[in-house]
């Protein structure tokens, strides 16, 4: 947010503004097909449409899914058409949105965790392993801004999803698996994205995760259906295997069954085992992101410093900001280190790295 994206709440109001203020930023038909979907299918009232929360959107969709279930006027085939088309218009408002944006905080901490994870190359990664990140944001400025740290100092180092991944370049050289570098002398910094990510497709045939490092593909994928490049050549050109996005969406029913997340959630669990210390930055802690509470409460051990980043003008009469550092007390008892810092992302990078 301090980079100028809009917090999850707001992201369907944003996506209106932009459409109303500069239509051409989105495919022709996309947001009449979304609000159609809000109108007739949801039957949402036009004037609440951009204060629904995304879990609504999404819970009753992916139950009808898991099911086999049509939803009012849609059959499964709608069902993941708008679903598409959310994916699209979300990702295509944030590509939008943080096109400009100051995210000089952003590129302090991508250099902090190099210079972090740097003590691991030359094989000493047995004996150090100084930080990791684990987040549920689909956005891809720090992932970037890692990789551009990484090309500008010729290291031979990596950003690591800790999943099977391939590069959707067919020659980008740069997306290689960690343990690959590791082996070769190199080192990894670790991005564990529990939600997935919009630089990543996969192959439903497969499962192989496709990276660019450059770009979000999720916003390109409806036009260009491009296919698993490994599939094509083993089973021939099908529409079988056209990659397609895994974003984790916020539902109530979140599905993490795909082996990849499935990679990407037991080492996250095995990041937090190995934690003395765990900062939670932007995260409210919400009592419906119940597979991370219950990773949180099976796998940090009970010595951990726990810290916490939120952001409010006035902590002392911030009901919410109030609210927040009660569920960490709560949840983490004496282990959560009080107050909790309220000046932001942004400044707590800048002020503590």
């Known amino acids: ?163 099977y991944i391939s590069s959707y370049r067919e020659h980008d050289e740069r997306v290689k698996p960690g343990l690959e570098i590791l082996g070769l002398g190199g080192y990894n910094i670790k991005v564990l994205k529990l939600h997935g990510s919009l630089n990543w497709l996969q192959c439903p045939k497969c499962q192989r995760v496709y990276v660019d490092l450059d770009d979000k593909i999720v916003v390109h994928q409806y036009q260009i259906h491009e296919k698993c490049r490994h599939c094509n050549k083993n089973y021939g050109h099908h529409n079988s295997h056209e990659l397609t996005s895994n974003i984790i969406m916020p539902t109530f029913l979140k599905n993490l069954s795909n082996p990849q997340y499935k990679l990407i959630w037991q080492n996250a669990g095995v990041e937090l085992s190995e934690a003395k210390k765990i900062v939670f930055i932007g995260y409210s802690l919400p009592q419906a992101d119940f597979e991370m509470r219950q990773l949180l409460s099976r796998m940090i051990r009970p010595n951990v410093e726990i810290e916490v980043v939120g952001f409010s003008k006035s902590p002392d009469r911030d009901v919410e900001f109030k609210n927040l550092e009660e569920r960490y007390k709560l949840f983490f008892g004496d282990r959560l280190k009080l107050p909790i810092y309220h000046l932001g992302a942004k400044r707590y990078v800048e002020e503590n790295l």
Not at 71 to 88: A, S, V, W
Request: a negative charge; proline letters at 3%.
């Open 1 to 163: 947010m301090d980079a100028g994206a809009p917090s999850q709440e707001k992201i369907i109001q944003k996506i209106f503004e932009l459409h109303d203020s500069e239509p051409y930023i989105f495919d022709q038909g996309k947001v009449d097909e979304f609000k159609r979907f809000l109108t007739e299918s949801l039957l949402i009232p036009l004037g609440f449409q951009s204060k629904i929360p995304l879990e609504d959107l999404f819970t009753p969709l992916d139950r009808c899914l898991l099911d086999n279930l049509a939803f009012r006027d849609l059959d499964l085939n709608g069902i993941k058409k708008i679903r598409e088309t959310i994916y699209y218009l979300i990702g295509k408002a944030l590509q939008h949105i943080l096109r400009n944006n100051d995210k000089k905080y952003i590129d302090k901490f991508a250099e902090h965790l190099i210079k972090n994870c740097r003590t691991r190359k030359d094989r000493n990664y047995r004996e150090v392993d100084s930080v990791s990140v684990l987040t549920s944001n689909w956005d891809i400025l720090l992932d970037t801004s890692i990789q551009n740290k990484i090309d500008i100092s010729g290291d031979l180092a990596v950003v690591d999803y800790c999943c």
